[in-house]
């Protein structure tokens, strides 16, 4: 199962059952979990911790070092959850000292081709990344989120559980959970209706969500009535109290 073409080192761990392609360089302090497809040509460099059942296609650069010029060789790492596809020509790197010196990736996950998930991110469960969409550093992706084709996430921003990022949007602000982001600079374009619909959202929660956006984004208030509004709407929402909080709990802009 472990191709004898590939290059392994003797500080690795591989689980068993582990899958590895040909010309592929597994190197020191790299943990790859049971049941993982690592295809041919891959680079995984450690320390990375890769759980269950991941998938990694041909020529993907996995676990290398962060892309910052502060970076000394300092053992900073990488770790995957469960059940991700990572596909040809994605870039993952590791974190970095100035942060927690950590970047980590949920389960579930579907990274599509040439994906850049630069040092420290943190991306949640069940994502969605298009072909060529780019992080930089230090980014949080929440749950359920999808970056379309060519969009661009600006360094320290937070993208919401459930937003979604339109073909080539170029974020450089906080995009708040179930809002549908686009253009560059990356504008509000609405409610993710269709993705809560695919995720099993019932009129009633969407229909909360729609008076949130509507109080957040239509209403003329400005940020801090509407999130006065937002906390109140919450009580008997909880998928509104998600929102509210998103919005109390950074100091950071969003994009209005």
């Known amino acids: 199962m472990i ?12 689980a068993e059952g582990v899958r590895i392609g040909p010309f592929s360089v597994i190197g020191a302090g790299v943990e790859i979990g049971p049941e993982c497809t690592i295809g041919p040509h891959v680079v995984i460099k450690g320390p990375t911790r890769i759980g269950r059942g991941n998938r990694i296609y041909q020529f993907a650069s996995i676990g290398d070092d962060p892309q910052d010029k502060k970076y000394r060789g300092e053992p900073t790492r990488l770790e995957i959850g469960d059940d991700n596809t990572i596909r040809e020509y994605c870039t993952l790197n590791r974190g970095t000292v100035q942060d927690h010196g950590v970047t980590r990736i949920g389960s579930r996950n579907w990274i599509m081709a040439y994906v850049h998930i630069a040092h420290d991110c943190v991306l949640g469960d069940d994502i969605v990344m298009a072909n060529n969409a780019s992080l930089a550093g230090h980014v949080q992706i929440e749950d359920c989120a999808i970056l379309g084709g060519f969009a661009m996430v600006h360094q320290f921003c937070k993208i919401g559980a459930h937003a979604f990022l339109q073909f080539a949007a170029g974020v450089n602000r906080d995009v708040p959970p179930f809002v549908v ?10 409610l ?21 956006y509507k109080l957040l984004y239509r209403s003329g208030l400005r940020l801090e009535q509407a999130r006065a509004e937002l906390a109140a709407l919450a009580v008997d929402h909880p998928d509104v109290a998600r929102f509210s909080h998103f919005l109390e709990s950074n100091p950071r802009s969003i994009i209005r």
Request: no cysteine; aromatic share 2%; hydrophobic share 35%.
């Open 192 to 212: 993710n209706t269709e993705g809560l619909r695919r995720h099993g959202f019932d009129a009633d929660r969407v229909g909360a969500l729609k008076k949130a």
């Open 181 to 190: 982001a686009s253009g560059i600079p990356a504008r509000p374009a609405g």
């Open 3 to 14: 191709d004898p073409r590939a290059i392994i080192d003797s500080g690795a761990q591989i």
